[in-house]
């Protein structure tokens, strides 16, 4: 049977059809995967999220390790406070309902946590807090790229990559961040505050859609359909290797910054 959201029809799906779309995608044990997601694009399926969540388990097994982006936009410099447990994520309902599974631990930062459960998902959360950029080379960004991680986007696009922003550090592109900052105050699992200061970013025009062809025809880039979306799985590794160059040499291409600031957040 079918829901009638907007223009769209989507008929409902199950979780085994869910499960084959996504071996046909090729995602396979002992992936560490971060996920980012639109419920809505995907249509409705038998389970909601945790029925997807399950199905994402079970397709990269015990040796694998399942993130979600947990990014809080109501974080900001009129709401300056974070509470790891209970500040829900604006990317998604599945990333809320993730967060929140037991034995799933969430990174420190207020503004771009994700969510990990696995094995390695205290290597990927853990000094969030203490990174000098949210997507500094040993935030969760730099180490899934750095350690043969897998980006998944289901319903989502690049325009969803935060990723993208780990090598716009690392290019070291000018004028994306404010030089003034905001201190914002972290309250972790056991309730101990931490603070940090905190830089925002600046106005944009972000082109990350346009960058998917290129990180393709590198190899680094499959489409499959998911649900009633058209998805994307990525190698983060040559995500990194076939972006970082352009955001050095042709930044342009990927982000134009809006103001005459040359200030670069390290």
């Known amino acids: 049977w079918y829901h009638s959201w907007g223009q769209v029809n989507y008929r409902m799906h199950n979780p085994a059809s869910i499960a084959a779309q996504l071996k046909d995608l090729e995602l396979v044990a002992g992936m560490d995967v971060l996920v980012h997601s639109s419920l809505r694009r995907l249509g409705p399926v038998d389970?909601?999220?945790?029925?997807?969540?399950?199905v994402l388990l079970a397709a990269i097994g015990r040796e694998g390790t399942l993130m979600m982006?947990?990014?809080?936009?109501?974080?900001?410099?009129g709401q300056p406070v974070f509470h790891v447990a209970h500040t829900p994520c604006d990317?998604?309902?599945?990333?809320n309902v993730f967060r929140q599974r037991p034995g799933a631990t969430r990174s420190l930062h207020p503004v771009h946590?994700?969510?990990?459960?696995g094995p390695k998902a205290a290597f990927y959360t853990a000094g969030h807090l203490e990174c000098a950029t949210p997507w500094s080379p040993d935030s969760p960004y730099g180490r899934l790229m750095r350690n043969g991680g897998w980006i998944l986007f289901l319903g989502t696009n690049f325009g969803a990559n935060t990723c993208i922003h780990a090598l716009e550090i690392e290019a070291r592109v000018p004028g994306l961040h404010g030089e003034e900052t905001t201190v914002l105050n972290v309250f972790d699992y056991d309730n101990t505050l931490h603070q940090i200061e905190h830089h925002w970013h600046a106005p944009k025009i972000c082109k990350y859609p346009d960058l998917e062809p290129v990180v393709e025809q590198a190899?680094?880039?499959?489409?499959?359909?998911?649900?009633?979306?058209?998805?994307?799985?990525?190698?983060?590794?040559?995500?990194?290797?076939?972006?970082?160059?352009?955001?050095?040499?042709?930044?342009?291409?990927?982000?134009?910054?809006?103001?005459?600031?040359?200030?670069v957040w390290e």
């Open 69 to 77: 982006s947990t990014v809080s936009g109501m974080v900001n410099a």
């Open 47 to 54: 389970g909601g999220a945790d029925a997807i969540i399950d």
């Open 91 to 95: 990317v998604g309902a599945l990333s």
């Open 113 to 117: 946590s994700i969510a990990a459960l």
């Open 219 to 263: 190899g680094g880039l499959t489409y499959g359909q998911v649900g009633s979306s058209m998805c994307r799985l990525v190698d983060a590794e040559k995500l990194r290797a076939t972006l970082l160059p352009v955001f050095q040499k042709t930044p342009e291409l990927g982000v134009i910054a809006l103001s005459e600031s040359s200030f």
